[in-house]
């Protein structure tokens, strides 16, 4: 598959800004999937050669950090913290309502391509558990019920 002009270029300028960094790989890798959203497979030899690592050095990177992406994301990203606080508060049940309400498991994103269900381990609101991120805004107490209204409000606020 070939990369858009936009996408290679924002790899192109997160290697060249950080290569010579040290320890340089999660840099650049964050600097990618900051600009377009997530890793795409194509990057990685690149990023390889460029760093004189193997592929599959990088693809471990990639796959063993739950941060980043390798498909793109959703038009919003919905986190639910899965940390212990939230969890004694009930965010496992909350998380499995989740997923039947979007139909997706963690890493996956709807079919109309309106959310990508993301885990997260601290939002810092641990006062006020279960905890949710949508995109950069953060609820706290959050109930099934409170949940599918937060969802709808932010699909309404999209048209």
Known sequence: MTLSDRTQQAIDAAVSSNKDRP??????????QDQIGYIPPEAIPQIAGELNLSRAEVHGVVTFYHYFRQSPPGRHTLQICQA??????????????ARKTLGVGFHQT??????????????????????IMVDDEVYGRVTPERLEQILA?????QR
């Open 84 to 97: 212990e606080s939230c969890q004694a508060m009930g965010s496992e049940a909350l998380t499995e309502h």
């Open 23 to 32: 320890g340089a790989l999660l840099p650049i890798l964050h600097g990618i």
């Open 153 to 157: 409000e932010v699909k309404e606020a």
């Open 110 to 131: 709807t079919g109309d391509q309106a959310f990508t269900l993301e885990p997260i381990y601290c939002l810092g609101n641990c006062a006020c558990s279960p905890a």
